[in-house]
């Protein structure tokens, strides 16, 4: 399986391989407290990338965390991964419709393709968060899916019903470095073992964070 470089906004699903799996669909989870953990160490990625899992969620796919300290501001690395249109650079982006924009929260629905799979898409609720005060606290977002505000399913499409995470820049010596935490859980639903759905999971969150230093790197320089 080829590694796929992928966006913040959950676009993990081109890892995936299989059929939707109704009965795991049909659940609907809190998706309250999970992000506290308990975590795990599962791994010491290069370029100071650890990966932690959560097995405590109710579903068969752990959740994931993948934190890095980078040495650039949280204030300055905010707009890259709030830009929308850097998340449409993908090709593997089918549809990437904002549904509402309320400022600090929207709402927004994503197809995506793969080859030799059904197109899978979602809607999440999104907020964002940033402090009062320069590097006074965190930056990023959370999201959870929410479909009911999004269109109705579609013949050929899969719906992913299991979709929640946060991305958070929190600011460390005084914000000349920043703690960078991906944090997903995302269950498809799908025939695939769940060992090899969390591997490709796992893959993709560490792609993201390393997408976001090499976007930094060059907007910024090399540190």
Same mark, same amino acid.
């Given at each position: 399986?080829?590694?796929? +470089?992928?966006?913040?906004?959950?676009?993990?699903?081109?890892? *995936?391989?299989?059929?939707?799996? $109704?009965?795991?669909?049909?659940h609907?989870?809190? !998706?309250?407290g999970?992000?506290?953990?308990?975590?795990?160490?599962?791994?010491?990625?290069?370029?100071?990338?650890?990966?932690?899992?959560?097995?405590?969620?109710?579903?068969?796919?752990?959740?994931?965390?993948?934190?890095?300290?980078?040495? !650039?501001?949280?204030?300055?690395?905010?707009?890259?991964?709030?830009?929308?249109?850097? @998340?449409?650079?993908?090709?593997?982006?089918?549809? *990437?419709?904002?549904?509402?924009?309320?400022? =600090? &929260?929207?709402?927004?629905?994503?197809?995506?393709? @793969? =080859?030799?799979?059904?197109?899978?898409?979602?809607?999440?609720?999104?907020?964002?968060?940033?402090?009062? #005060? =320069?590097?006074? #606290?965190?930056?990023? &977002?959370? &999201?959870?899916?929410?479909?009911?505000?999004?269109?109705?399913? +579609?013949?050929?499409?899969?719906? @992913?019903?299991v979709?929640?995470?946060?991305?958070?820049?929190?600011?460390?010596?005084n #914000? @000349?470095?920043?703690?960078?935490?991906?944090?997903?859980? *995302?269950? $498809?639903?799908? &025939?695939?073992?769940?060992?090899?759905?969390?591997?490709?999971?796992?893959?993709?969150?560490?792609? =993201?964070v390393?997408?976001l230093?090499?976007?930094?790197?060059?907007?910024?320089?090399?540190?």
């Amino acid at each position: 399986m080829s590694r796929l +470089k992928i966006t913040p906004l959950l676009l993990i699903l081109l890892f *995936f391989v299989g059929w939707s799996a $109704p009965a795991t669909a049909q659940h609907m989870y809190k !998706y309250t407290g999970w992000q506290k953990g308990p975590w795990k160490v599962h791994s010491k990625e290069k370029g100071g990338i650890t990966v932690y899992t959560n097995s405590k969620v109710p579903t068969g796919v752990d959740a994931i965390r993948v934190d890095v300290i980078l040495p !650039y501001s949280a204030k300055d690395m905010f707009p890259i991964i709030t830009d929308p249109e850097r @998340a449409r650079t993908y090709s593997f982006i089918e549809e *990437f419709e904002p549904i509402a924009n309320y400022g =600090t &929260w929207g709402y927004l629905y994503q197809r995506v393709s @793969a =080859t030799g799979i059904q197109d899978r898409d979602f809607t999440v609720k999104l907020n964002l968060f940033e402090p009062e #005060g =320069t590097n006074k #606290g965190p930056y990023g &977002w959370k &999201w959870v899916q929410d479909n009911s505000k999004g269109p109705k399913e +579609k013949d050929g499409v899969v719906r @992913a019903t299991v979709v929640a995470g946060s991305y958070i820049l929190q600011p460390i010596e005084n #914000g @000349a470095r920043t703690l960078v935490s991906y944090r997903l859980w *995302f269950d $498809p639903g799908t &025939w695939v073992p769940d060992f090899l759905v969390g591997s490709a999971l796992r893959d993709g969150c560490v792609e =993201t964070v390393r997408r976001l230093r090499s976007d930094a790197e060059k907007k910024f320089g090399k540190r």
